[in-house]
């Protein structure tokens, strides 16, 4: 049934994320439709690197409170024992709920990084796809045949013969504006562009975290969809961000934007393309996360408290 409401360092890399801030914000669907929508700059940009040890990997495991992203599709390599493809997935672990955004391109290589892993697919709780698109759509079915029994969390506009076929399976819910699908977890809900999307918002002590799938609609306009539902500003954005074939002057003003937007740390991938990874790189220094498939970002508190944590 349907409801309806790339190769780098080896180290272990240990980011400070400071402050999250707040706007003033007026009501959301107003703000949206004057396109006012306002988010604080920033009063510190302020980020301590630190190079771990290697070590037991329980100090990488996501404790109470904290927040574990896990790359396991990506065009880009992290880990070599990882199979890369054209598409994206990341398993989002947070208090106590377990949820992949998009499934990649085909189920053997999704799979396959997951057994690397040693993720088993049943504990997949719920599944939210960003978009449409056979790269983040394609692994799916085959996810389900391996045992997973999520709740699906799709778009109104995804074609109903896409829903039929899932449905026999699983529950199958149409998003909404700022819906929650986990303790903390929100959805942006449908972003209207030539091609509609969602992103996953997760709310965290240090400020938000988007996970962005293609950012079809624009990957600005996602980020002050994120600040205006949660009220506060967005500290990392990680995902695709849709970027290839941008200008150099294009690119320079959407990461002079990005900067004005408040957020502090980027992580493209997939579908941003080289010349815009590289801008964030050169722009964001320390503050750039390098990612792809294999990585693990672990953001949350404890011993590490106020750190953002990268697995190599």
């Known amino acids: 049934m349907i409801a309806r409401p790339w190769k780098h360092s080896a180290s272990l890399v240990a980011l400070l994320i400071l402050g999250t801030g707040t706007p003033v914000a007026a009501a959301y669907l107003q703000r949206l439709a004057n396109g ?16 771990l040890p290697r070590g037991n990997p329980k100090m990488l495991q996501a404790r109470e409170g904290q927040l574990r992203i896990t790359v396991l599709y990506d065009n880009y390599s992290h880990d070599p024992r990882m199979q ?5 997935a990341a398993l989002i672990e947070y208090r106590d709920r377990t949820i992949l955004f998009d ?11 997951m057994r690397a892993l040693a993720i088993d697919p049943r504990r997949i709780e719920a599944v939210a796809l960003s978009h449409a698109h056979g790269d ?5 079915a085959g996810l389900l045949e391996a045992g997973a029994r999520p709740a699906v969390h799709l778009l109104p506009s995804f074609p109903s013969s896409f829903i039929r076929q899932i449905q026999a399976t699983v529950t199958v819910t149409e998003v909404t504006l700022g819906q929650q699908i ?12 030539t091609i509609p999307e969602q992103a996953l918002i997760v709310d965290t002590e240090l400020g938000l975290v988007l996970v962005t799938g293609c950012a079809h609609p624009g990957v600005l306009e996602m980020i002050e969809r994120a600040s205006a539902l949660r009220g506060k500003k967005v500290n990392l954005v990680l995902g695709g961000f ?3 074939g ?6 320079q003003a959407i990461v002079a934007a990005f900067r004005r937007l408040g957020v ?16 964030f790189r050169d722009e964001y220094l320390d503050n750039f996360v390098p990612v792809g498939v294999g990585r693990i970002v672990v953001v949350g508190s404890g011993e590490e408290s106020g750190r953002l944590q990268l697995r190599s």
């Open 36 to 51: 006012s929508l306002a988010v604080r700059k920033p009063t510190s940009d302020s980020t301590q690197l630190t190079n």
């Open 84 to 88: 890369t493809g054209w598409g994206f």
């Open 103 to 113: 499934t990649g391109a085909d189920a053997p290589t999704l799979l396959a990084n």
């Open 136 to 140: 983040h759509t394609g692994g799916l």
């Open 182 to 193: 986990g303790e903390g977890v929100f959805t942006t809900g449908e972003v209207s562009g």
């Open 242 to 244: 849709h970027l290839r």
């Open 246 to 251: 941008k200008s150099t002057a294009e690119l």
């Open 264 to 279: 502090e740390k980027v992580a493209p991938c997939h579908c941003t393309g080289d010349p815009a990874i590289q801008m």
